[in-house]
């Protein structure tokens, strides 16, 4: 369902201090693939390359080099395409506050090219199964952090997409609300949908993750089930894999 | 161009639920004006009213009694008070008096003898009813010199006519409606350019900066809309709300000015005038000229909006647009550029020359059609540029 090929993407950073311009590159020869039913977790430090290489995944940034195939629609060729297929949820929890969260689907599902009417229906769906129908129709300039992902989650997930890309979606949320979205990943997983998660929260990886990638450096480091890193490496927790690598970077 | 659309009905639906943003940009204009056009025409006319309608204050040194007699013979026009006591400049800058006159001590001895008479006027320029009084009396020295004049030709023997050589008789070729087509010609570009600008900045920076800096453009532009029609869309937002914004603060002005004519003492000649200018054709014809400038507008709004980090950013890269839409406005009203023959194929500011035109009756087709022309171009240009250096990376993402 998403085959990565060599993915390679570089950006230009102006030094504050000197002002010259650098490349860094965030993204260096990843290659994977997830299949339908899988959950597949990346893992990462902040600035690792985690967030860029599903931004490609979901089509919002083109890779400089490298190929990505999202149920057989190539990304760079065919962006909107690729868009249709992904469900994405972003790091942002911004959401449009001046909306109720069933105005905002009710948009985004015409966006997504849904009839307003069954973009409501699934709308209603979705914030009934993410616990949030009595907030259905209240404007989310109040909302707690929680309420807007899961308003975001329904969001991405309103046009029934084949591909879902979640970008940490537990932090900062508290242990009931990262229950919830962990249960919706698992019905996900169950659907047969191809899930992708980037995150920082270990346990989370070994509770419904299939597989994971450790990025570092913007390279993939391991390919595998969680069980089989950790033996790999020869520690008992995924933590001390970060620890070993950033050792060896040293 | 659905998805463009779409976005537009996004942008509207986040303004609707915004009442005090709606309140300010729709309502408040149509509010504003008629209270301040009201307010400004009750103190002008009071203040009018209470000045014409009294005798001028004047004080008096004439040891020969030469001017006091004509003076009292006026006492809708003249009041003779006693000298104030201290100084005089003072006084009149106290408006304890309007006017000092100060006629030659041996006044009526020279003008027994034929003499040139000398009166030393003191009078204060910034205070309006000194200067009414100032020209009151002129007014008066005017036919009282004719009065001498002729008293001086009787005593020679020689025909009184002589002291009035010419009879000048002036027809007024324009009439009022050109005068105020040239006034309301001379500063309508000007204002529309400034509502356009100003008006749509503040929504622009909402819609683009104001997304990167609330976190909700990855979302948008993670659907399967095109980037290109979200621009356009973003485009299309930006530019129909400045020409509301102009067009509902020009609708507040013109009824505010209209209701201000019909109600005043005006000239009858300003009413029919008004009424001459606002044919369906020359609004026409402006608003038409109106819209590739928006378009042009909401194009360097939309660049600057996007390319920012944060709504501060877009604010601080804008807010200097406004000072050159100001210089290009101030320039269009200076007296004498349509006489400028380079001035029609200046982008913008032919605009603002055809428009001024327009409502002079020195409308010239050939130079109306380059500025549509050449606004068209300019604006489809700024569009092109627009969605292909906002489609990139290094815009969109730049947080």
């Known amino acids: 369902m998403i085959r990565l090929e060599d993915l390679h993407k570089t950006f230009l950073v102006k030094d504050k201090r000197t002002h010259a311009q650098r490349r860094i590159e965030a993204v260096r020869g990843i290659s994977l693939e997830v299949g339908p039913g899988e959950i597949y977790g990346l893992l990462g430090p902040n600035g690792a390359g985690k967030s860029t290489t599903l931004r490609m995944i979901a089509g919002l940034m083109r890779p400089d080099r490298g190929r990505i195939e999202v149920c057989g629609v190539d990304t760079v060729r065919r962006p909107e395409e690729a868009r249709a297929l992904v469900g994405y949820l972003s790091t942002d929890l911004g959401v449009y506050s001046r909306f109720t969260p069933r105005e905002l689907l009710r948009l985004f599902g015409e966006f997504q090219g849904l009839d307003a009417r069954v973009a409501e229906r699934r709308g209603m769906h979705l914030l009934e199964e993410l616990d949030l129908m009595d907030f259905a129709d209240v404007r989310m300039e109040g909302f707690s952090g929680g309420q807007k992902q899961k308003v975001s989650i329904a969001r991405a997930l309103l046009h029934d997409p084949r591909v879902v890309i979640f970008d940490e979606p537990t932090t900062g949320l508290d242990v009931l609300t990262a229950k919830t979205v962990l249960d919706l990943l698992r019905v996900m997983k169950a659907e047969g949908r191809a899930v992708v998660v980037s995150t920082h929260v270990m346990p989370m990886v070994e509770a419904i993750c299939d597989r994971v990638g450790i990025i570092f450096d913007g390279g993939l480091h391991g390919d595998a089930p969680p069980r089989e890193i950790l033996a790999r490496w020869g520690v008992g927790s995924l933590d001390e894999v970060f620890f070993k690598l950033a050792e060896a970077r040293a | ?399």
């Not at chain 2, 027994?112 to 910034?126: C, G, I, N, P, Q």
């Not at chain 2, 000194?130 to 010199?145: H, I, N, P, V």
């Not at chain 2, 008004?274 to 609004?283: C, H, K, N, R």
């Not at chain 2, 023959?341 to 982008?347: D, E, G, I, K, T």
Request: one cysteine or more; proline letters at 5%.
């Open chain 2, 1 to 399: 161009m659905n998805g463009a659309l779409l976005i537009l009905k996004k942008e509207y639906l986040e303004l609707s639920k915004d009442r005090r943003t709606l309140f300010f940009t729709f309502v408040m204009p149509l509010i504003l004006y008629p209270v301040i056009f009201f307010m400004m025409s009750r103190l002008g006319s009071q203040d009018a009213a209470a000045r014409s309608g009294r005798p001028s204050r004047v004080c008096l040194t004439d040891p020969s009694q030469v001017l006091g007699q004509p003076l009292r013979a006026e006492p809708k026009l003249f009041q003779v008070v006693p000298r104030p006591p201290g100084d005089l400049r003072q006084a009149l800058r106290d408006q304890k008096v309007e006017l000092s006159l100060e006629v030659d001590p041996d006044g009526a001895a020279k003008l027994a003898r034929s003499e040139t008479l000398a009166v030393k006027v003191l009078y204060d320029d910034s205070d309006e009813s000194s200067k009414l009084a100032l020209d009151r009396f002129k007014g008066l020295l005017g036919r009282q010199e004719t009065v001498w004049v002729q008293a001086r030709l009787g005593r020679l023997g020689a025909s009184p006519q002589l002291a009035v050589p010419v009879k000048l008789e002036t027809v007024e070729a324009g009439g009022m409606s050109l005068f105020l087509g040239k006034l309301i010609g001379s500063f309508l570009p000007y204002l529309l350019m400034i509502m356009m600008y100003a008006g749509a900045m503040q929504h622009g920076i909402y819609a683009t900066a104001g997304e990167k800096e609330r976190g909700t453009l990855l979302s948008l532009l993670s659907t399967r809309l095109p980037r290109t029609q979200i621009i356009i869309g973003k485009l299309l937002y930006i530019f129909s709300i400045g020409i509301l914004s102009a067009l509902v603060n020009l609708l507040s002005m013109a009824l505010s000015v209209g209701r201000l004519v019909a109600t005043a003492d005006a000239h009858p000649a300003a009413v029919t005038g008004v009424a001459a200018l606002a044919t369906p054709s020359a609004l026409g014809l402006t608003f038409l000229l109106m819209v590739p400038l928006g378009l042009f507008f909401a194009n360097f709004i939309l660049l600057g909006g996007i390319q920012a980090r944060n709504t501060l950013e877009a604010s601080t890269a804008l807010t200097p647009g406004i000072f050159v839409v100001v210089f290009l406005g101030v320039f269009s009203m200076a007296p004498g550029i349509e006489k400028l023959a380079w001035l029609p194929y200046v982008p913008v500011l032919n605009v603002s020359l055809a428009i001024r035109k327009l409502f002079s009756q020195q409308a010239n087709g050939f130079e109306y059609l380059v500025a549509l022309a050449m606004t068209l171009v300019l604006a489809g240009l700024m569009t092109w540029i627009s969605t292909r250096m906002l489609n990139r990376e290094s815009a969109l993402f730049r947080v």
